[in-house]
């Protein structure tokens, strides 16, 4: 019997467990090294989009997801008081596309994934520090001064990547400008009906509500601040409420419903976009390899694409070495696009000036519905390297 061929996923976030299942149903032996003492139990919300449940669904493990989230039914752009720019045709393209797009909440989606690995697959506590390639493997090194041997090193360990940083060097962080207080809590609005998701622009602000099921929505307002420290991550509620004061009432009503001590508050960040994910025996994927704004909402959907293709491509090529260059060949070109992508359209949501919010909620205000679907049908298809899903 041939012996069964070992990974180290360094990173327990979305893209890192999404590996973990993958290559685990592919028959690789798997250990999860997780640098935080368990999964993240806080943080906020997000989208999973019908490309990334596709993805999960081609290795039988979006049920949990979907379970643990909340359809979204409606899709809305407004303006800051509520009157509506457009809507996006989002349950129809999911019903084409033949895969829902779910809102959830970070720590259920983590748990939704994890659940799924086989028993003692994750070890916490376990901060990885740097690899060493060979002919046949690699080294992985930890900071407890620990080493463990695998055919294969998957970086999963998010923005701020040592094994990026190992692979490519400093590659600067870019900050667009902005900042974004976010939160999860239980909130009822008889606007919010079930599924409901609206995005409302004004001038340099943007504020988002989803309804993650539950009971719960999941808010986010940003607010251009150029001179921002990016070390500053104190909240304050009465900012909040003062950014967003005379917004729709569904709007104020979330923050005055959120306790000060469970908002969060994040610096808008990215970096230029790669084309090398790979070095060896070692890949990179998810935030580690493109790490993008949240503009499109793609982030986790592009690391549970790369890890589903990663999965693919070393079960269809005998060969590691040149597994991980098909993966990367495949995959830089569609995730960095969605890394330029979310930056032009950050740019465009971000605008101050009068004319130009005047401009931009006419153009899309006026664009046809067909179109927006088209463009909408781009971001949220995923195409396997083993056929159309
Ligand atoms: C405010 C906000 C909203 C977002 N909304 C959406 C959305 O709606 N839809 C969407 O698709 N994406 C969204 N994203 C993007 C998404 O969150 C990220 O793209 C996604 O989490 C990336 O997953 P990952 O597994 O690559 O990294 P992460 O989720 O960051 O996970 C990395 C993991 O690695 C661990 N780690 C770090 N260093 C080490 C180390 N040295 N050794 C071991 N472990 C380590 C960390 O503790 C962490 O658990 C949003 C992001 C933000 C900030």
């Known amino acids: 019997m041939t012996e069964r061929r070992k990974a180290i996923i360094a990173g327990a976030g979305v893209g890192g467990l999404t590996a973990g299942i993958a290559l685990q149903r592919a ?25 990334a449940m596709a993805a999960l669904n081609s290795i039988g493990a979006d049920g949990p997801v979907e379970q643990a989230g909340q359809v979204i ?6 303006k800051p008081g509520g009157k509506l720019i457009s809507r996006i045709p989002i349950n129809e393209i999911g019903e084409q596309l033949g895969h829902p797009n779910i809102s959830i909440q ?7 994934l994890a659940q799924q690995l086989a028993p003692d697959t994750l070890v916490t506590s376990m901060r990885c520090s740097g690899y060493t390639n060979h002919a046949n493997g690699v080294t992985v090194s930890f900071e407890d001064g620990s080493t463990h041997e695998a055919d294969l090193l998957i970086g999963a360990d998010g923005f701020n990547s040592v094994i990026r940083r190992q692979m490519l060097g400093d590659t600067p962080i870019r900050h667009p400008g902005y900042i974004a207080w976010l939160a999860v809590t239980p909130f009822s609005h008889p ?23 539950n009971g719960h929505v999941y808010w986010w307002g940003t607010c251009n601040q150029k001179n921002a420290s990016p070390d500053d991550y104190s909240v304050s509620k009465q ?11 569904e709007v104020c ?12 508050k994040i610096h808008a960040r990215d970096r230029q976009p790669v084309e090398q994910f790979c070095d ?12 993008m704004l949240t503009s499109l909402g793609q982030g986790a959907a592009q690391s549970i694409e790369d890890a589903v293709i990663l999965a693919e491509r070393l079960a269809t090529t005998p060969d590691l070495r040149t597994a991980l260059e098909e993966y990367q060949a495949y995959r830089h070109p569609r995730a960095n696009e969605m890394v330029n992508s979310a930056r032009f359209m950050s740019g465009i949501e971000q605008v101050e000036s009068g004319i130009a919010c005047w401009l931009r909620d006419w153009y899309i205000r006026l664009t046809p519905k067909n179109n927006m679907r088209k463009k909408n049908l781009n971001i949220l298809s995923f195409n396997s390297t083993m056929g159309k899903k």
């Not at 139990?41 to 490309?51: Q, V, Y």
């Not at 009503?253 to 969060?264: G, H, S, V, Y």
Request: proline share 5%; charged share 20%; glycine share 12%.
């Open 27 to 51: 028959g690789w032996q798997v250990k999860i090294f997780e640098a935080a003492p368990m999964l993240r139990t806080g943080g906020t919300g997000l989208s999973i989009m019908a490309n």
């Open 191 to 213: 606007v919010m009906t079930e599924g409901y998701v609206a995005h409302y622009w004004g001038r340099g602000k943007r504020f988002g509500v989803c309804s993650v099921g």
């Open 106 to 112: 970070r720590p259920l989606l983590l748990r939704a």
């Open 239 to 249: 900012d909040v409420l003062d950014a967003y004061a005379g917004w729709a009432p």
């Open 280 to 291: 060896g025996h070692v890949a990179l994927l998810g935030d580690a390899a493109h790490p």
């Open 73 to 78: 039914r409606k899709f809305y752009f407004k």
């Open 253 to 264: 009503a979330a923050i005055e419903a959120t306790p000060e001590d469970i908002i969060f």
